[in-house]
């Protein structure tokens, strides 16, 4: 068991230390995922890392101050835990155009319908996707998080290949702010569900990030 988990932390290690490479989108032929809702980041034209599912907690905050005053005031947020996720990039990242392949049932749907990209907020030892703003006179809202720009096209029989631009990625790195600055960036894919917009107590995102830069 100590052979394996020395095996899976030398692994990770390589993995976050891995530099990006440019990528020329006509040559890239990697296979698709085996299975559906599963994501590959493209390391080159012919590799790439199978992204991790990291599982997550609905948590909510008060602002006790204006409960007293009787205006109920609060959000509603995901929690992952550490401030980085198991596949992060170092920083060269963000010189070059990001591919990731995702998989699904069949890619006839717009990507844009299926799934976001959304930057997260760092907090020491975790990552924050805020879900929702509430308060007793406009109920819950959703939060202001932002979403990465990003397009995709159809790939392979079932899979969208998605690209997010090296102009977007350093706008991302360049609003760094806070503890994001000693972390760089990190990410969810959140699959969206069309049946209902309520949030459950639990939920699983595809996660990556990119360390930050060495200057």
């Given at each position: ?75 509603e947020y995901y929690e992952l835990p550490g401030h980085a996720a198991p ?76 690209k997010i631009s090296s102009d977007e990625l350093k706008k991302l790195r360049?609003n760094n702010k806070g503890e994001m600055k000693k972390y760089g960036k ?30």
């Open positions: 068991m100590k052979r394996y988990l020395l095996t899976m932390t030398m692994l990770l290690a390589l993995v976050t230390s891995m530099s990006a490479q440019a990528i020329n989108e006509d040559n890239i032929n990697v296979p698709e995922p085996e299975f559906e809702q599963e994501a590959i980041l493209l390391t080159n034209e012919s590799e790439g890392i199978s992204l991790e599912i990291e599982h997550s907690k609905l948590k909510a905050t008060t602002n006790v101050g204006m409960a007293l005053l009787g205006v109920v005031k609060g959000s596949i992060t990039l170092d920083a060269s990242a963000f010189d070059h155009d990001m591919y990731i392949i995702i998989s699904w049932a069949d890619n006839k749907r717009s990507p844009k319908r299926l799934f976001q990209i959304i930057p997260l907020e760092i907090q020491k030892n975790r990552r924050i996707y805020n879900a929702n703003k509430f308060n007793s006179f406009k109920g819950a809202v959703a939060a202001d998080q932002g979403y990465v720009d990003f397009t995709a096209k159809k790939y392979g029989e079932h899979s969208y290949l998605i360049d990190q990410f969810i894919i959140r699959l969206l569900n069309a049946s209902t917009d309520k949030l459950s107590d639990t939920e699983d995102f595809i996660t990556f990030g990119i360390s930050k830069p060495n200057k």
